[in-house]
């Protein structure tokens, strides 16, 4: 059973960064897993998709935060993270860590301005 927690979500102010992160715990190893995702939520939108990281490191992102957005992991402490900059009011969600099919609760961000 995979366990999921992310945390490091606040509020954030135009073109300001913050940086998320994702600690894994039960049979997943963050350096093996198939694919690790980060999905955001924004009110009233589908879940979507901002960033994916697989076992031999390479990193894919849709146009929408391509550029300022990174994912990264910490393979000895099981941790995995988002990197935000450049943000801007679509921003405003709540941000999940994803590994096949096991989700976090999330964390809230939120854009004011």
């Known amino acids: 059973q995979v366990q999921l927690v992310e945390s490091g979500g606040g509020l954030v102010q135009a073109g300001g960064s913050l940086t998320l992160a994702c600690a894994a715990s039960g049979r997943t190893s963050i350096a093996s897993a198939y694919a690790m995702r980060w999905f955001r939520q924004a009110p009233g939108k589908e879940r979507e998709w901002v960033a994916q990281?697989?076992?031999?490191?390479?990193?894919y992102y849709p146009d929408s935060v391509k550029g300022r957005f990174t994912i990264s992991r910490d393979n000895a402490n099981n941790r995995l993270f988002l990197q935000m900059n450049s943000l801007q009011p679509e921003a405003t969600a709540v941000y999940y860590c994803?590994?096949?099919?096991?989700w976090g609760l999330g964390t809230q961000v939120t854009f004011s301005s």
């Open positions: 990281m697989l076992p031999s490191g390479s990193t």
């Open positions: 994803n590994e096949v099919a096991a």
